[in-house]
T-cell receptor, first 113, second 113 residues
Framework: EAQVTQNPRYLITVTGKKLTVTCSQN?????MSWYRQDPGLGLRQIYY???????DKGDVPEGYKVSRKEKRNFPLILESPSPNQTSLYFC????????????FGEGSWLTVV | AQSVTQPDIHITVSEGASLELRCNYS??????LFWYVQSPGQGLQLLLK??????LVQGIKGFEAEFKRSQSSFNLRKPSVHWSDAAEYFC???????????FGTGTRLQVFP
């Protein structure tokens, strides 16, 4: 079954404690991306990757890092989380060009206190 | 600047009534256009997409959308709404020769029996 899997699904953490949200897809997709969803703001792109070792900033990259060492994985790293990074995070992937369907993970609820 | 606008934050309809959700974009050329639905606590599911051809697109769950180039719009419609359609709906746009997918801020649909 085609899947984008994120972990953890729910996390409460404290300010400044580094955390990583993992994302894995089993569809051999080249493109992967991270979004955050906040009330009234919709989904905003954090980072994206067109292929292994190729990453680029989205609209809200501040405070986040990513890496793409393998095609299937695209972890999101918060080096020093702050309360304004409390949000619902989605990982997504798609094959090839922009017209193809993007598949989303189920989301990761992150609370930073 | 490239942008996507969903002017209606919240819409309430009675079950069985028709529905139209609005989406407008700002861009100099025809983009790739998508509608996604997000049920409470769930990830995003693709309803339909458009990038060329017939401007009236059929999707899943009885939804359709019409691309109108002259109005830069891609409105989502359903002739008869079911209670299970209550969810948040996002219009998204992928612009040619970029790798960004930009989401609107979403429209929350409430359905009364």
């Amino acid at each position: 079954e085609a899947q984008v899997t994120q972990n953890p699904r729910y996390l409460i953490t404290v300010t400044g404690k580094k955390l990583t949200v993992t994302c894995s897809q089993n569809m051999n997709h080249e493109y992967m991306s991270w979004y955050r969803q906040d009330p009234g703001l919709g989904l905003r792109q954090i980072y994206y990757s067109m292929n292994v070792e190729v990453t680029d900033k989205g609209d809200v990259p501040e405070g986040y890092k990513v890496s793409r060492k393998e095609k299937r994985n695209f972890p999101l790293i918060l080096e020093s989380p702050s309360p304004n990074q409390t949000s619902l995070y989605f990982c997504a992937s798609r094959a090839g060009n922009q017209g193809n369907t993007i598949y989303f993970g189920e989301g990761s609820w992150l609370t930073v206190v | 600047a490239q942008s996507v606008t969903q002017p209606d934050i919240h819409i309430t309809v009675s079950e069985g009534a028709s529905l139209e959700l609005r989406c407008n974009y700002s861009y100099g050329a025809t983009p790739y256009l998508f509608w996604y639905v997000q049920s409470p606590g769930q990830g995003l599911q693709l309803l339909l997409k458009y990038f060329s051809g017939d401007t009236l697109v059929q999707g899943i769950k009885g939804f359709e959308a019409e691309f109108k180039r002259s109005q830069s719009s891609f409105n989502l419609r359903k002739p008869s709404v079911h209670w299970s359609d209550a969810a948040e709906y996002f219009c998204a746009v992928a612009f040619y020769n970029t790798d960004k997918l930009i989401f609107g801020t979403g429209t929350r649909l409430q359905v009364f029996p």
